[in-house]
C-alpha cells in the first residue's frame, strides 16, 4: 500500500513538472499580450512606444534599452538584461523586480500564461 501511494505522488509530481515545462501556445500569448499588454505595448514591424516601451527583440535587451522611451530612473539603473527568468519574474510582479518603475501592472500569477505570454514575446524581432 505504501508504495502505491508512493508511486501516486511521484505520477503527480512527474506530470505537475511535465505541465509546468510544456512547450508555449503561441496563440494564446499573442491573444494574452492583446488582452492584458497591447493598450501600453506596442510589437511588430511598426511599433514604437506609446504608454510603455515597444517590445520588439526584447530577449536579450536591457531594461531601459530603447532610445523612443522615456523609463523611469529605476528601470535605467536596474542593470536587468531581459531574458526569460527576468521576464517571467517582471511579469509576475514587476515592482518587486525592478522597485520603482513606472509600469502600473499588477502581474500574472498564471505560470502557463506567463510561459505562453514569453513564448509569443520571442516571436517578435
Known amino acids: 500500500m ?7 505522488f511521484a505520477l503527480a509530481g512527474l506530470a505537475a513538472a511535465t505541465a509546468a515545462h510544456a512547450a508555449p501556445d503561441i496563440a494564446a500569448g499573442k ?4 488582452a492584458r499588454c497591447a493598450s ?12 510603455g516601451p515597444q517590445l520588439n527583440g526584447l530577449f536579450g535587451r536591457p531594461a531601459g534599452g530603447t532610445s523612443d522611451y522615456q523609463y523611469s530612473e ?21 515592482g518587486k523586480v525592478v522597485p520603482g518603475t513606472k509600469m502600473r501592472f499588477w502581474g500574472i500569477g498564471n ?4 510561459e505562453d505570454l514569453l513564448g ?6
Request: charged share 20%.
Open 74 to 94: 529605476a528601470m535605467r539603473a536596474s542593470k536587468v538584461v531581459w531574458s526569460h527568468d527576468t521576464l517571467a519574474a517582471f511579469i509576475r510582479a514587476p
Open 111 to 114: 505560470d502557463k500564461q506567463i
Open 31 to 34: 491573444a494574452l499580450f492583446a
Open 120 to 125: 509569443y514575446l520571442q516571436t517578435i524581432r
Open 2 to 8: 505504501r508504495r502505491a501511494v508512493f508511486s501516486a
Open 40 to 51: 501600453c505595448h506596442h510589437v511588430g514591424r511598426n511599433a514604437r512606444a506609446g504608454f
